[in-house]
């Protein structure tokens, strides 16, 4: 989906928002909106892995300037080099919303695993024993 919104038809605070080489993402919600509710807590779960990779924006209806593309709420709306991309109405499920993350912002990296030291303290008083070639050095060492 493209845009048929001008870009100047935007209030000053979403111009300056888009103005960025990172996807942007709007998220359009209200605090009396059942709907909104439900799908507040889905969208903050999923955006989380992506707060590096892109620049998310959770904007309530009442408080933030009308957004011309902004009908109903929960809306959400997926922004790459100030181009529209995509409109949800809804989020959907949360598959399918992940499904969308990973179409406009791409895929997030797993997690590094703490690795387990391939070593112990036990291994390393061996290795410094057997270390030791002087016999003057092997008595001070207490071996």
Not at 62 to 85: A, I, N, Q, W
Request: glycine fraction near 6%.
């Amino acid at each position: 989906m493209t845009s048929t919104t001008a870009q100047t038809a935007l209030a000053p605070t979403y111009r300056k928002a888009l103005k960025t080489w990172r996807p942007v993402i709007l998220y359009f919600g209200n605090q009396h909106c059942p709907a909104c509710e439900e799908a507040e807590p889905v969208f903050r779960g999923i955006a989380e892995a992506y707060r590096h990779r892109a620049d998310i924006y959770m904007l309530n209806t009442r408080e933030s300037p009308r957004h011309p593309e902004v009908t109903g709420t929960p809306t959400v709306l997926f922004y790459k080099d100030g181009k529209l991309l995509k409109k949800l109405k809804g989020i959907g499920t949360e598959q399918s919303l992940a499904a969308d993350f990973v179409a406009h912002v791409g895929k997030v990296k797993p997690r590094s695993v703490a690795r387990k030291p391939g070593h112990d303290l036990a291994w390393l008083r061996r290795t410094l024993r057997g270390l030791c070639t002087v016999a003057r050095a092997r008595s001070l060492v207490g071996a």
